[in-house]
């Protein structure tokens, strides 16, 4: 559509014109501009009223017929709504598609919003959480679910984090519990129902946990027999010596077995100390490189560097696990005359607890697999070693409990560095040296 205002400014001039002729005519010019004036005035309040009206009663009716400007005028609008329409009819076909898509989920979805007020969810989350539409709508969701583990999570803010809690509906009911933001200030919140699967992984525990209670005590009988043999004229006569050795060696293997089951069990289905103390980190690596050195037989050079100042809030007797298992593994798996150097240092906000070795190091394909129970890269070697399989994944639950993580590095023929990273810990005043040597 063209510019309509060239148009409508000269019929305006051409009538004022024959206006001025017709009163110059009847010797009254001003007298009959007047009146053309007003003619015109009234003409566009007319057209003004016309427009009003049409706006007012519905923006669906066919727009008013009308001539020059005015009709152009009338057209544009009607062309506009007719565009908006169609964007918002699209606009609502998408929504209800999303909304479809959403209650189509396996998974509970409320969108909140500001503060964690809900703004709409699907029927899941409505089974899962007894929530009300639209009663609930603009409700905090903090105010509807006050399950404690629920609210520090929440507090936490840590959205790569899920937490587990029992359905506001159905007690026997296990959520998973996720917080995925998008936009400026929205947020997902994701709930899982994962009562089956946190049922079977109870049962695994239990299993475990039982298995290994009820297999100490023939290990125990086995042990015995073997000790008693030993001492027996067979062995002295050396009939025995060889069978006995290799029955004394798997027995010590199943042992450790054992007691790495049962401790991996409890980690597992013991909830963190509720009020863990200081540990003097330096002070428990001290410890751990004296096992490590008997552990070498002197076959290595083990150093240790710590600052003495580091301290975390947490258990020392499983944190002196993990450790140990992380240094004991550098030196099953660093051949005689290499290195292994342990330090415990600040780095980039955080306290780090690193093992590092000269072994043969770990193809990179086997890396994100290293903390799955009994997970070997190098089967027939560990086998050789007497290792359980199940080193890194205590480490991983340990760390895991005192809120860290654990990080892997390594590169063939030159080694490995295994590091313990604690994003929470505390600096004190000491006066003891940092470093330890060989």
């Known amino acids: ?48 009223h016309r427009l009003e009206q049409w706006l007012r009663r519905s923006n669906r009716q066919r727009p008013p017929a009308a001539e020059g400007l005015w009709g152009g005028i009338f057209s544009a609008i009607d062309r506009r709504q007719y565009r908006r329409r169609g964007r918002l009819l699209r606009l609502l076909d998408l929504l209800q ?18 503060e964690g007020e809900m ?17 609930d709508r603009g409700q905090r969701i903090a105010n509807l679910l006050r399950h404690p583990d629920f609210a520090a999570f929440l507090g936490r803010g840590d959205w790569n984090a899920a937490v587990k809690i029992p359905s506001p509906q159905d007690a026997d009911r296990t959520l998973e519990i996720r917080i995925v933001p998008y936009g400026s200030d929205r947020q997902l919140l994701l709930a899982r129902d994962v ?22 005590t023939p290990l125990t009988v086995l042990r015995g027999m073997s000790e008693q043999l030993n001492d027996s004229d067979a062995a002295a006569s050396g009939e025995l010596q060889r069978p006995l050795a290799l029955m004394e060696q798997q027995v010590g293997r199943m042992s450790r077995l ?65 450790f140990s298992n992380l240094v004991s593994n550098a030196v099953k798996y660093t051949e005689a005359g290499g290195r292994i150097d ?20 770990i193809p990179a394909h086997h890396l994100p697999r290293l903390t799955e129970r009994f997970y070997r890269v190098d089967a027939g070697r560990a086998s050789r070693e007497g290792g359980t399989g199940l080193g890194l994944a205590i480490v991983k639950h340990v760390l895991s409990r005192h809120g860290a ?34």
């Not at 598609?97 to 500001?114: T, W």
């Not at 009562?195 to 100490?216: Q, Y």
């Not at 342990?342 to 190091?361: M, N, P, Q, S, Y």
């Open 195 to 216: 009562s089956e699967l946190d049922r079977l992984e109870t049962m695994r525990r239990d299993f475990v946990g039982n298995i290994s209670h009820e297999l100490r």
């Open 1 to 48: 559509m063209g510019n309509p205002w060239p148009a409508a400014l000269t019929r305006t001039g051409l009538s004022l014109v024959a206006a001025l002729v017709l009163g110059l005519a009847v010797g009254r010019p001003w007298l009959v501009l007047a009146v053309a004036a007003l003619a015109l005035l009234a003409f566009n309040l007319v057209q003004t």
């Open 258 to 322: 054992v007691d790495d089951l049962l401790l991996l069990s409890r980690l597992e289905t013991e909830s963190p100390p509720v009020e863990p103390g200081p540990v003097v980190v330096a002070e428990l690596l001290r410890d751990v490189q004296d096992e490590a050195k008997a552990l070498s037989g002197g076959e290595h050079t083990i150093t240790l560097t710590a600052d003495e100042a580091l301290q975390v809030e947490g258990d020392r007797d499983e944190l002196r696990s993990a």
């Open 97 to 114: 598609r999303f909304r479809e898509s959403v209650s189509a989920m396996p998974d509970g979805v409320i969108m909140l919003a500001g």
């Open 405 to 438: 993580r654990l990080s892997v590095t390594s590169e063939q023929g030159v080694g490995s560095t295994f590091t313990a990273v604690f994003p929470h810990y505390q600096r004190v005043k000491t006066t003891t040296p940092a470093s330890q040597p060989d």
């Open 119 to 135: 703004q709409w969810w699907n029927r899941l989350a409505s089974r899962y959480m007894g929530l009300r539409w639209p009663q």
């Open 342 to 361: 342990i330090r415990w240092f600040e780095a980039a906000g955080a306290a780090c607890a690193a093992v590092a070795d000269t072994g043969k190091g």
